[in-house]
């Protein structure tokens, strides 16, 4: 009986799980069997794995193969166990040696003529692996500069299965980890492309600087779609830790380039109102995939013509927009998938949309039924809501050129970095995120400050989340002010966002 071990990882969501492969070879029936509750592409690896290593040069044994994968109640999903699958075969028949394999993971699927494929996941199975006390790794050559964002890891890149037994057995040596090459953010559009509209301007900063819902409406061609483009622009570039959090979800969606690993600016996804629930939310049969709310985090996910886009799908938000993550329950399990995004809903005032709403020509029922496709549950998680105002001239129409976008980021820049410092010892990196009680509590404002949101909560106009959220929107507005602490203005402009009309 022959022995051997080494590892790899299995995901759920982000999380990954260090998974131990055993590899027995003795005498019984010859048949390779494959234990720890493998789904389909993983039963399939036995078959290309033979067919890989015999491309290699090397002969599958002639007994009995039992491979186990622990921890067993696990489910393990993917491709990406062939490598080390290959290599712990290998080892066991003492084809080659297995002392590097004791403390090594490897990861890659295999073609059938013994080149290393590329596979999804690599940078949360390095972090995994890591935290789990590994020190060494074998990736396949195109995930190295995906693989190379972990710290503390000795990498090495392989291109065939020829390559990794060499390594093994002494006699060659695999690619190293490149240097992490600095990497320019592409230039987005400009927000001095926007002719007019001040508030909605006015209202993309504001969403900009506290991390902030937004809705905007208004007639077709007034710039909704332009003004949303342009909102991860004046977002500040991600932290380390923030860029290494979306990074993992774009790599587990399969989404990352060997030329442009890291993820470093926030995202902006645009979706259809066509989209399906499963790929707003994510899904997928066995293990959940990530969707477009968490292919959004840390950035903006814009919603053209919200209202088309149906109550289920719409409904589906709220749960992220209150909590940061998407919990997907499937046949496997529970996994989690960060998605604390910006929301940007753009919709019509009204099904025939004319350029001013006076020559609206919607009987009030139809008006009616076409608002309420925004429920009133998931209004009152958006903090802005603006009206844009009709175009009355292409040229002339302001008194000063637009600001361009780098002007804004300079004034979101420094509200942000207010924010960040006063929530520094809770962890909070803007106000969006601050929890009402904390807000209430701990940083209680004067009676005379809040009066307003008092009378409106009397007054049933307001909810106890609108109150909470419009005390988040006055402290930005202080901090795009520059004064400690919110004022009774400052109260009222952010009560007046909820629901803001234009003439």
Same mark, same amino acid.
């Given at each position: 009986m ?25 005498a019984g ?8 509750l ?7 690896s036995k078959?290309?794995?033979?067919a890989a ?14 491979l ?8 393990k ?9 290959a290599?712990?075969?290998l ?7 297995g ?7 490897l ?5 059938l003529?013994?080149?290393?494929r590329?596979?999804r ?14 020190t060494?790794?074998?990736v ?33 040596e ?35 600087a506290?991390g902030h ?18 909102? $991860?622009? %004046?977002?500040? /570039? #991600?932290?380390?830790?923030?860029? !290494?959090? +979306? =990074?993992?979800?774009?790599? &587990? *969606?399969g989404?990352?380039?060997?030329h ?7 995202p ?27 292919r ?23 749960t ?12 496997d ?8 995004f ?14 001013k ?5 919607c ?8 608002? $309420?496709? %925004?429920s009133? /549950? #998931?209004?009152?998680?958006?903090? !802005?809501? +603006? =009206?844009?105002?009709?175009? &009355? *001239?292409?040229?002339?129409?302001e ?23 006063r ?25 005379d ?5 008092d ?6 106009a ?11 929107v ?10 400690d602490?919110p004022?009774?203005?400052h ?13």
């Open positions: 022959a022995l051997a071990r080494t590892w790899s990882v299995a995901l759920s969501g982000v999380d990954g799980v260090p998974v131990e492969i055993e590899a027995d070879v003795g029936t010859v048949r390779t069997q494959l234990l720890g493998p789904d389909a592409a993983l039963h399939e078959d290309r794995v033979k290593v015999r491309n290699s040069g090397h002969a599958w044994p002639t007994q009995r193969v039992t186990g994968l622990s921890p067993a109640t696990l489910p999903n993917g491709s990406g166990y062939d490598l080390a699958i290599c712990v075969v080892a066991a028949t003492r084809a080659v040696p002392d590097r394999l004791e403390g090594t993971v990861l890659g699927e295999l073609a003529d013994g080149r290393v590329a596979v996941g690599v940078l949360p199975a390095l972090l995994a692996a890591k935290r789990a006390g590994l060494d790794a074998v396949p050559v195109d995930c190295l500069p995906e693989a190379a964002l972990v710290d503390g890891l000795n990498l090495r890149g392989a291109s065939t299965l020829t390559g990794v037994l060499a390594w093994l057995a002494g006699e060659g695999l690619a190293a980890a490149p240097e992490p090459a600095p990497t320019r953010p592409p230039d987005g559009p400009d927000l001095a492309d926007v002719i007019g509209q001040p508030e909605a301007r006015w209202a993309l900063e504001v969403a900009a506290g819902h937004l809705l905007l409406t208004g007639p077709p061609g007034t710039g909704k779609t332009m003004l949303a483009q342009r909102l $991860a622009g %004046l977002l500040p /570039p #991600l932290g380390r830790d923030e860029a !290494l959090g +979306v =990074t993992a979800v774009h790599s &587990t *969606a989404l990352l380039t060997p442009a690993p890291l993820v470093s600016t926030p902006f996804v645009s979706l259809h109102h066509t989209t399906s629930a499963a790929a707003l939310v994510g899904g997928g049969s066995g293990t959940a995939k990530p969707g477009a709310m968490s959004a985090h840390r950035g903006v996910l814009f919603l053209d013509e919200a209202r088309e886009f149906g109550a289920a799908k719409l409904e589906a938000l709220r992220a927009l209150e909590e940061g993550e998407v919990r997907l329950a499937r046949r399990g529970i996994v989690r998938y960060p998605a604390r910006q929301l940007v809903l753009a919709t019509n005032p009204c099904p025939c949309a004319p350029p709403d006076i020559d609206c020509l009987p009030p029922a139809a008006r009616r039924r076409y608002e $309420a496709k %925004l009133g /549950p #998931l209004l009152d998680r958006v903090d !802005l809501r +603006v =009206t844009m105002r009709p175009l &009355t *001239a292409m040229s002339g129409a008194v000063a050129p637009p600001e361009p976008s780098a002007a804004v980021r300079a004034r979101v820049h420094k509200a942000r970095t207010r924010a960040a410092e929530w520094s010892a809770h962890g909070w990196p803007t106000n969006a995120e601050v929890p009402g009680p904390a807000l209430r509590r701990d940083h209680r404002l004067p009676r400050v809040t009066g307003i949101l009378r409106a909560l009397s007054l049933g307001l909810t106890g989340r609108g109150a909470d959220r419009c005390l988040r006055a402290w930005t507005l202080a901090d795009l002010a520059e004064v602490r004022t009774a203005d109260v009222a402009a952010a009560l007046e966002f909820r629901d803001r009309r234009t003439p």
